[in-house]
């Protein structure tokens, strides 16, 4: 029912519905840590500039790596490998370079479009800093000048800093280090159909997507310095919830003789900070694309424990459970993106956190929640959040970036894909078996943009946007 203009359903369906449901935005603050970094964008447009890059080698070693699927790129042919690989299978993937200067060199050659804004807590700064969040704190340990001026300039959006003892937020371009780095992560963005040749294989993308090329400089150190630490339970005191993301970037070992335990204790015990004078502090993890099996089992062993809601592509919740012991489910997602397996994996993951309220997948048909029936939120609430993130994201995929609220007229034009009904019918058959009988399962199909502009960075605006909105939604449920 629709009356004097105010919307009494659930679902959002007008820019209108849009811009009342971001007002709610306004009085929620957030504290963001730890990656960001600049990308440097390659769009592949044409089949040649993929075969212009394979001819500098040869063939029959990239067929080699492809096979071997190296999980670090020491040398141009594994980037070419695992390039292709994930052109022919048309799934994301990330893969990190070993800090060397040759090898940056080579890097450094090719041409690039586009830099812009990357990283997680990068990206999810400026999308939250334009939907008008009362307060976003973003802290990441490296700030350069031309790192900073990537942040969005607006006052919701600050850096924190301690200058005498106090704590001090300002914005990033008034905070930046003459001195600090700059981490510059390479983007590979392609097409749908984009054709090229390796040996007697022809190669044709089935899909628009991207892979990474990520940079681990040794002087990027995973931490809170000691003087901001200190300051962390005030910061967790100012804001309604976090979301920390980065750990991937975190290295096995350091020139130092440092390692990564060191840098999770110390992830462990900022986490614990910021909880301790604010219990209903709500933190969502981004997990992203991990290679190194150890890591991604420290950050399930040592940081999934301490957060409430955790936001995960395809590819990676498949990843995480094979370090469960579930390979074949593992497999089976990888190979057929069944939905159903996803859900399983989701429940998996659930009932081994007690303190995990929703698992949030990401695909590229649909977003989806898993939680628990004791979840304050009704299922109609969880869908809105994820209605929102959609539009979000089919804004971004369009139109490349979202700079203004007014984008996401874009997002909104473009309809519920293809599967939209098999995908919801799925899902309510699933949500009538004895063994869902505790849970709660919701889905909104993805509004999916055929010829995207850009993929990268879709992930991190879906988690941001339900995130955020599932927090504004709880605040009414806190006693
Ligand atoms: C990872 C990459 C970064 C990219 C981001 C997008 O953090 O390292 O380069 O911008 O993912 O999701």
């Known amino acids: 029912m629709e009356g004097n203009g105010v919307v009494m359903n659930n679902e959002i369906n007008s820019y209108n519905d849009c811009l009342k449901y971001i007002n709610s935005f306004s009085d929620i603050a957030i504290f963001l840590a730890y990656n960001v970094n600049v990308d440097a964008i390659k769009f592949f447009k044409k089949g040649e500039e993929v075969q212009e890059l394979i001819n500098q080698f040869d063939e029959d070693e990239i067929i080699k790596k492809i096979k071997e699927y190296p999980r670090v790129i020491a040398h141009p042919t594994d980037f070419i490998a695992r390039l292709i690989y994930s052109m022919k299978t048309g799934k994301p993937s990330e893969v990190s370079m070993l800090d060397d200067e040759s090898l940056n060199k080579w890097f450094n050659g090719l041409k690039y479009d586009e830099e812009r804004m990357g990283g997680q807590i990068g990206i999810i700064s400026n999308i939250l800093s334009m939907l008008n969040l009362k307060r976003i704190i973003a802290y990441t340990p490296i700030l350069s000048k031309k790192q900073a001026e990537m942040f969005v300039d607006k006052e919701n959006l600050l850096y924190p800093s301690v200058v005498n003892g106090n704590l001090l937020l300002k914005k990033p371009i008034e905070s930046y280090r003459e001195d600090d780095p700059t981490k510059i992560n390479r983007i590979f ?8 040749k390796l040996g007697d294989e022809k190669i044709i993308t089935p899909q628009a997507n991207r892979f990474i090329a990520s940079s681990r400089p040794d002087a990027l150190r995973f931490e809170i310095k000691e003087e901001l630490k200190k300051k962390l339970p005030e910061i967790g005191e100012m804001v309604d919830c976090a979301i920390l993301s980065g750990y991937h970037g975190i290295k096995e070992k350091y020139n130092d003789g440092k390692t990564d335990d060191y840098y999770f204790k110390k992830a462990e015990e900022d986490i614990k900070l ?188 879906i988690s941001a946007a339900a995130f955020v909105s599932y927090v504004s939604i709880s605040k009414k449920y806190i006693p």
């Open 189 to 196: 963005e392609y097409k749908k159909g984009i054709e090229f």
């Open 274 to 461: 910021l909880k301790e004078k604010n219990k209903n502090l709500k933190i969502h993890l981004e997990f992203a694309s991990i290679q190194n099996i150890n890591l991604r089992k420290k950050i399930m062993d040592r940081i999934i424990p301490h957060i409430h809601c955790i936001g995960m592509d395809e590819t990676e919740i498949a990843n995480l459970i094979h370090v469960y012991g579930y390979s074949k489910l593992c497999e089976d997602i990888i190979k057929n993106s069944k939905i159903e397996d996803i859900i399983t994996a989701s429940k998996i993951l659930l009932d081994k956190h007690e303190n995990l309220e929703l698992i949030q997948i990401h695909s590229m048909y649909y977003i989806m929640y898993l939680g628990r029936k004791n979840n304050p939120l009704s299922e109609d609430e969880l869908k809105r959040t994820l209605e929102l993130a959609t539009i979000l994201a089919s804004s971004k995929a369009k139109l490349g970036n979202i700079s203004n609220i007014e984008d996401l007229k874009t997002g909104l034009s473009i309809p519920y894909n293809k599967y939209s009904d098999l995908l919801t019918s799925i899902v309510e058959n699933l949500k009538k078996k004895e063994e869902y009988a505790d849970y709660k399962i919701v889905i909104v199909p993805s509004r999916l943009v055929k010829n995207p502009k850009s993929t990268v960075g879709i992930g991190d605006t």
